[in-house]
């Protein structure tokens, strides 16, 4: 990960530091520094006024939430290039990204069992692994998509031919890039929450049960709907009642419109 990445993280999560460090971590980054301004005054947000500059952005917005957009914008420049195969996209894994972030998030303000901002990241992140495995090994990731069906996990087919599979790809990244401690086991038992057992647990469950609403729609990772029902033990574990998760569904369609906007800035 770029230092400046790294160093928005640190500053974010540090509750020593203040808003002038912040924007000294960020406009290190011409590009990301730009990005972010241009999000706040995007639909997305939806402010009366606009904002003309790096300072104003963050005082409106806050640590955590510009935070979330730096990484956003970060990680938005690895699918720079345009490529492809069989059902696979970067412009579609990238969309399913931004769609789990906010459908957990979502989940995440109802359950009100974890910070809704920090499942925003734990949602943006949570294949990291498939981005590397497509960015630095592309060749065999294409025999990975070829061999792939809507009845075989992908991390099966992965421990076929590469060895290992994206979830501990994305937890050992994480775990080097000293990102935070929640990060590392969303990522690494988003598809088998229930084998996790620790202190992360409900980010788990909620990244998990976002990522399966978002595949439910027809925003997946590979253009293939793996829709194996989560354990009912997600939804216990979160405290969610049947309303709540009825109401969460109702509300998808308009999450994942604003998910749309916030992909295309």
């Excluded at 894994?93 to 931004?98: E, K, Q, R, T």
């Excluded at 981005?131 to 809507?150: G, K, M, N």
Aim: aromatic share 8%; net charge negative; proline share 5%.
């Amino acid at each position: 990960m770029p230092t400046v990445a790294i160093r928005i993280i640190e500053v974010a999560n540090d509750p020593s530091t203040g808003a002038d460090d912040l924007l000294e971590a960020v406009q290190i980054d011409a590009s990301m520094a730009t990005r972010i301004v241009r999000t706040v005054n995007s639909s997305y947000y939806a402010l009366q006024n606009k904002v003309g500059d790096l300072r104003l952005a963050i005082s409106l917005l806050g640590f955590n939430e510009v935070r979330n957009l730096a990484m956003t914008a970060y990680v938005a420049q690895l699918f720079k290039r345009t490529a492809g195969h069989a059902t696979y996209s970067r412009e579609g894994l990238w969309n399913h990204l931004i769609g789990v972030a906010m459908v957990s998030r979502m989940i995440a303000q109802t359950s009100g069992r974890v910070p809704p901002r920090e499942a925003y990241l734990a949602g943006l992140l949570h294949d990291l692994g498939l981005i590397l495995i497509d960015q630095y090994l592309h060749e065999p990731f294409c025999r990975v998509l070829d061999a792939s069906t809507p009845e075989r996990p992908t991390c099966d087919i992965e421990y076929e031919i590469l060895g290992f599979d994206h979830t501990e790809l994305g937890e050992y990244v994480a775990l080097e890039w000293r990102l935070p401690g929640y990060l590392p086991p969303t990522i690494r038992y988003h598809h088998r929450p229930e084998e996790y057992v620790g202190d992360d647990q409900e980010m788990v469950y909620v990244v998990a049960l976002a990522n399966f609403f978002c595949t439910l729609k027809g925003l997946t990772s590979l253009g293939i709907r793996h829709q194996q029902m989560p354990s009912a033990r997600l939804i216990t574990g979160l405290g969610l009642t049947e309303e709540q998760v009825a109401d969460i569904w109702a509300q998808l369609d308009g999450v994942l419109e604003s998910a749309d906007v916030l992909a295309m800035i």
